[in-house]
């Protein structure tokens, strides 16, 4: 592949923005490439190289880059009818309808303009809320560019995990591994009485794909209760992927009492959202005295791109087309790793997938055929990632520097490390699945 036109447009942007970039994963070596536009589930780049894009913007394009009719009418009429306002529209109160009549935990919605924007105030509204301090989140878990969860360290031995943060932030977070329910027995045995909340991703989504292992979640869900803390959801990245319409927490059964949104819930453009009981979020000033605003907050553009995606997911089987070929894909992978690469593991679930190249461990009868669910009964269930550091463990440096490459040589565009999910849209085909298959048989 030729790529002169993105070496160009790369030395340029060194000029002129911080490592070339406008958001760090994107710096993949020796340089990124640069997209041109999106073509149903392809990218073509500045170059003219058609990829199968597998990234879909890290996880809001679940119909792809050809946004169906309803979708497109939607957007360029609110388009056409002015950018924003500065006052309240229909469509905001139509997609907050929407969430909270899908979402089973949902009763009302703030909107704001990124997942980030979601986290941070989630954790301010539990923090009002409670009148606590301290936030328990998952070691090696990401929840945003947010100073109160970009740490590092165990249990309360923390420190930021970037320079700009005050060590007064991490004071205030507690880390345990996902999965370990002794660890999350213990800090709340510790600092119960401080705790605001404990926030988690469903499925890790940012550091490999991580499901739970059975139990985990009611375990959160039985201490914070226990305990007068509040149970986060960053579904951010599941939310309106995994289970559908109900999200990953309707998917799992879990009720929690406040859950973020971001990407699909916009339909491709910025958003973030953060739901839950009404007597909760009603602390959000006006209505209460946890304050929390934005001037573009519920964009109507963004919430008519939004509202009109997931009515069309809801009425075209989106999502049942969807999981399949994520099923199909993911089952493929597992095949070609028992053959040529036992160690390694295939994670996700319904739209979601990755390969974690583990260590240790091999296929055996009765494994996961489409994916580790955290199945006891699995011959892969020991060697299988139970939180972030299992995923540290595995051979990143050989994902990043010689798999991506090679595949992106291949016309397969996945995410460019070991952590961030991949993602099947509607608009990607039985043939793009299988011209993936072929891809991943000859670079593994």
């Not at 560019?145 to 005050?166: K, N, Y």
């Not at 995923?391 to 090679?406: C, I, N, S, Y």
Request: with cysteine.
């Amino acid at each position: 592949m030729n790529h002169d036109e993105s070496r160009d447009l790369y030395d340029r942007a060194l000029s002129v923005m911080p490592g070339g970039v406008n958001s760090s994963v994107r710096a993949t070596r020796p340089y990124p490439f640069f997209v041109q536009k999106g073509d149903g589930g392809h990218v073509i780049d500045a170059d003219g190289n058609r990829y199968i894009d597998f990234v879909m913007g890290y996880g809001p394009l679940l119909l792809g880059h050809d946004l169906p009719e309803p979708v497109q009418a939607a957007v360029q009429q609110r388009a056409s009818e002015g950018p924003m306002y500065g006052a309240p529209t229909e469509v905001e109160v139509e997609l907050a309808e929407f969430v909270a009549r899908h979402v089973p935990s949902v009763e009302m919605v703030r909107f704001v303009n990124s997942g980030t924007e979601a986290t941070v105030s989630a954790v301010r509204l539990a923090r009002g809320y409670t009148g606590r301090d301290k936030i328990v989140i998952m070691e090696g878990s990401y929840h945003g560019a947010q100073e109160s969860t970009l740490v590092d360290g165990e249990r309360d031995d923390t420190a930021p995990s970037s320079p700009g943060i005050p060590e007064s932030f991490a004071e205030h977070t507690l880390t345990v591994p996902f999965n370990d329910e002794t660890a999350i027995h213990e800090v709340f045995e510790e600092h119960g009485e401080d705790i605001a909340a404990v926030l988690t991703e469903p499925i890790l989504g940012n550091h490999g794909i991580v499901h739970p292992v059975e139990g985990y979640h009611q375990t959160l869900r039985e201490l914070t209760d226990q305990y007068g803390a509040l149970l986060i959801f960053d579904e951010v990245i599941t939310g309106f992927r995994v289970g559908g319409l109900q999200c990953a927490q309707g998917k799992f059964g879990i009720d929690p009492d406040i859950t973020t949104f971001g990407k699909i819930v916009g339909g491709g453009f910025p958003v973030g959202a953060i739901g839950g009981k009404s007597e909760i979020v009603e602390h959000f000033t006006p209505a209460g005295d946890v304050f929390q605003s934005g001037t573009f907050s519920g964009h109507p553009v963004t919430m008519a791109a939004g509202l009109e995606t997931l009515r069309y997911a809801a009425e075209n089987d989106v999502y049942d087309y969807v999981n399949d070929l994520g099923e199909r894909l993911r089952s493929g992978i597992a095949d070609i790793l028992e053959d040529q690469a036992p160690s390694y593991t295939v994670v996700g679930t319904d739209s979601m997938f990755k390969v974690i190249f583990t260590r240790d461990g091999a296929f055996g009868e009765e494994h996961c055929e489409s994916g580790c669910t955290q199945d006891p009964t699995c011959p892969r269930y020991e060697h299988c990632p139970k939180n972030g550091a299992d995923v540290d463990r595995a051979e990143t440096e050989r994902w990043e520097r010689l798999f991506w490459p090679a595949m992106k040589d291949e016309g397969i565009f996945l995410t460019p490390n070991q952590f961030e999910s991949q993602f099947v849209s509607a608009a990607h085909t039985a043939d793009d699945v299988e011209q993936a298959l072929e891809a991943y048989k000859r670079v593994l």
